[in-house]
């Protein structure tokens, strides 16, 4: 994984982000995405595409990055995003986000599958967390940041059972909508949720005005939620 970078190196380039997305397919909560710029010399025992870790294999790897990255961006597009620009375009405005949000300006760009128009020279990889070891870095960090928020939502909805699932569509999470209606983070454009509020099968199952105070602040690696007075 890491020939990509080390190609790059030897033709002079220095600083190298990876960026990838966690949060596409789910049925609830935003899509969030991570910039990483490593260390040249940066190895691994744990790094590798984010779907193939354990959560556990996950934190062990997160370790290792903050130990090796020189810069770490995060990117997040709400389901409010979500829902009115398409998660495609989400998701690309939240790796535009990871990047801007970088200490370090890249010299070079590698993003899993996601070509975007931006002033740095950039390469869009099939199956990048496989084949690069900076997006495979990026996309644990997206997955581990993510998880850490819906950890959060299971602890104010905990019926819905998100701490299993993390937001996608399993039967249990099915059952849950269907028995409690939807809540502020599901995404109303996304199927089987779409089609049933259209036939009125599905409740709100939140207050507006109590869900308004609501203010969710990603921090690197972590969330803090803070209900505003």
């Known amino acids: 994984m890491y020939e990509i970078e080390t190609a790059l190196y030897q033709k002079g380039i220095r600083y190298i982000a990876g960026v990838d997305e966690a949060g ?43 130990e090796q990255a020189l810069a770490i961006g995060i990117g997040i597009s709400s389901v409010e995003e979500i829902d009115l620009i398409n998660i495609y375009r989400a998701s690309r405005e939240a790796m535009l986000s990871a990047l801007a949000t970088l200490k370090i300006k890249p010299d070079y760009i590698l993003t899993d599958a996601m070509p975007m128009e931006i002033d740095t020279p950039i390469e869009s990889i099939i199956k990048g967390d496989q084949k690069s070891i900076s997006i495979a870095a990026a996309s644990i960090i997206a997955k581990t940041t993510r998880d850490k928020y819906m950890l959060e939502m299971d602890k104010l909805f905990p019926e819905y059972g998100f701490k299993h699932h993390m937001g996608y569509g399993t039967k249990e999470h ?26 009125e099968q599905l409740s ?26």
């Open 24 to 66: 596409r397919g789910p049925l609830a909560g935003p899509v969030v995405a991570a910039a990483v710029i490593l260390k040249k010399d940066a190895k691994f025992q744990y790094v590798n595409d984010s779907k193939k870790l354990s959560a556990k294999q996950r934190e062990l790897a997160l370790v290792e990055i903050k």
């Open 204 to 229: 709100m199952n939140f207050d507006d005005e109590e869900m308004s105070q609501w203010h969710f602040f990603f921090i690197l690696h972590g969330v803090i939620m803070a209900k505003i007075p």
């Open 174 to 199: 099915l059952l849950a909508l269907k028995t409690y209606g939807i809540t502020p983070i599901h995404r109303k454009t996304y199927e089987p949720i779409k089609s049933m509020l259209r036939g």
